[in-house]
Structures are given as structure tokens and as C-alpha cells.
């Protein structure tokens, strides 16, 4: 009987184990997804800056529409408060020169 235990903790060791070893692979394979997604925005907004630089762009106005339309997804008062520094970051960074 108590051999019987120890070889049901045994098993049940075993396939804890495999469960882990899935999980590991599924964090990282949502990782390779997110450094996909992370990429494609990096390469985004590289291009945005460039196009806003050499135009006359109302930020203020851009930071307005990204309040009134991330109030009610936030449920925060003036919605999304890292939009707006984006914001103002990308129009810091200089453009690349030809």
C-alpha cells in the first residue's frame, strides 16, 4: 500500500513535470508573439516621426481625441495617460537626416 502511494506521487510528479515543460514552451511562444508585436510598432512609430516631422502636426489636438476616446476604456478621467507622452516624445526625437 504505501509503495502504491509513492508510485501515484511518483506519476503525479512526473506529469507535473510535463505540465511545466508546456507551459514553458507557451510563455515562450506568446513572448516570440509580443517581441513581434513590439517590433512592428518600434518600426511604426520610426516611420510616423519621420512623416510628422516634416509636417505641421496639432499634437494638442491628437492628446484631445486620445482623451475623449480612452475615457471610457481607462475608466479614468482623461483616459489613457501614456498616449498623450508618446506623444510628446516622438516630437523629441529628431528626424533622421537624408
Do not use: Y
Amino acid at each position: 500500500m504505501f509503495f502504491d502511494q509513492i508510485k501515484d506521487i511518483d506519476g503525479s510528479i512526473k506529469d507535473l513535470r510535463d505540465h511545466l515543460k508546456n507551459i514553458g514552451v507557451a510563455v515562450d511562444d506568446h513572448f516570440d508573439q509580443l517581441d513581434d508585436i513590439a517590433a512592428h510598432i518600434i518600426a511604426l512609430e520610426a516611420l510616423v516621426i519621420q512623416v510628422v516631422k516634416k509636417m505641421d502636426v496639432d499634437t494638442e489636438a491628437a492628446k484631445a481625441w486620445i482623451r475623449e476616446n480612452t475615457e471610457e476604456s481607462t475608466g479614468k478621467e482623461g483616459g489613457s495617460e501614456k498616449a498623450p507622452m508618446v506623444i510628446d516624445q516622438m516630437m523629441q526625437t529628431p528626424p533622421v537626416s537624408q
